[in-house]
């Protein structure tokens, strides 16, 4: 699976956007779970919210639960991230991956990197 991620830009806080992860090749059907990380300049990275193949099951780093949003459409091979009020501390590098299994956040066990997008995020 090759994976693309979309939809970064600069918004000011309190601003939303939509990031879009996509497969390129192959197919989300097969994989248990997609994650989204991200990491700003200087820092590790870092993980962001994950979603299980079914949709069915989500997980969210505390410092955005409650404002971002992960959905996946399977029969469009995309997984979204829904970032509502967004904080100068969210501006980073945004990465999806992929993981066969669920319930992990260490950046080791997912695979299939894509490039990042780029989100800034204005004071």
């Known amino acids: 699976v090759q994976l693309q991620a979309s939809g970064g830009g600069l918004v000011q806080t309190g601003g939303s956007l939509t990031l879009s992860c996509t497969a390129s090749?192959?197919?989300?059907?097969?994989?248990?779970?997609v994650g989204w990380f991200r990491q700003a300049p200087g820092k590790e990275r870092e993980f962001v919210a994950a979603?299980?193949?079914?949709?069915?099951?989500?997980d969210y780093s505390d410092s955005v639960k409650g404002r971002f949003t992960i959905s996946r459409d399977n029969a469009k091979n995309t997984v979204s991230l829904q970032m509502n009020s967004l904080k100068p501390e969210d501006a980073a590098v945004y990465y999806c991956?992929?993981?066969?299994?669920?319930?992990?956040?260490?950046?080791?066990?997912?695979?299939?990197w894509g490039q990042g997008t780029l989100v800034t995020v204005s004071s």
């Open positions: 991956a992929t993981n066969y299994r669920y319930g992990s956040r260490n950046p080791t066990d997912f695979g299939s």
């Open positions: 090749v192959g197919t989300f059907r097969t994989i248990s779970t």
């Open positions: 979603i299980h193949r079914t949709g069915s099951l989500r």
